[in-house]
């Protein structure tokens, strides 16, 4: 039987894509401590810590071969444009989702960056959404959970004022360069 958290999932407030989030990722794991099984506990930090080769927990997992898969078809898509062979640098995975191929495909045809990385963060969105609804209540619901909380974290970062800023910052250090 798939463990249930019902007390956890219900307890969260609800995330939107775009808004800012009601915690940080950081804050969620501590509000998790004691509230999870020890190893639930230990795999949502692994996943929030972006440690996939060592994730064994299958709910855990089975968020992660979507991931993997669209970080697969960028990795493709971009070794494409630069003419290199991908094949070194895929990693496996199990399932094969069409849809996720189509939006990466689109969305590496986008001029704009911050538009493809828009596109791509709505489709992981929507993938993690799908897989927290079944079954309601169980512990890949907490780690959808989190990383859509790390998402939202993500693109409140991304402001017009940190962009200026860190433009500012290479530019004057191209400009440093020059002067020596």
């Known amino acids: 039987m798939p463990r249930q958290y019902p007390y956890v999932v219900s307890s969260l407030p609800l995330l939107q894509f775009g808004e800012a989030p009601p915690m940080t990722a950081d804050e969620f794991v501590a509000y998790c401590d004691g509230l999870l099984q020890s190893a639930d506990q230990e795999a949502l930090v692994l996943l929030l810590d972006d440690k996939l080769e060592q ?5 855990a997992y089975d968020l992660l071969r979507r991931e993997r898969q669209l970080r697969n078809a960028v990795t493709r898509q971009r070794a494409g444009r630069l003419g290199v ?6 990693r496996p995975h199990e399932g094969w989702d069409v849809e996720i191929e189509e939006v ?14 828009m596109m791509l963060d709505h489709l992981r969105w929507r993938l993690l959404e799908e897989a927290a609804a079944m079954p309601s209540f169980g512990v890949q619901a907490v780690y959808s959970y989190a990383l859509r909380l790390r998402m939202l974290e993500k693109w409140q970062r991304l402001t017009d004022e940190r962009g200026t800023a860190v433009a500012e910052q290479i530019i004057d250090s191209n400009i440093a360069e020059i002067s020596v």
């Open 104 to 117: 990466v495909a689109q969305a590496m045809a986008t001029i704009e960056p911050l538009e493809r990385e």
């Open 85 to 90: 062979d991908a094949t070194r640098y895929l």
């Open 55 to 59: 994730i064994t927990d299958p709910a």
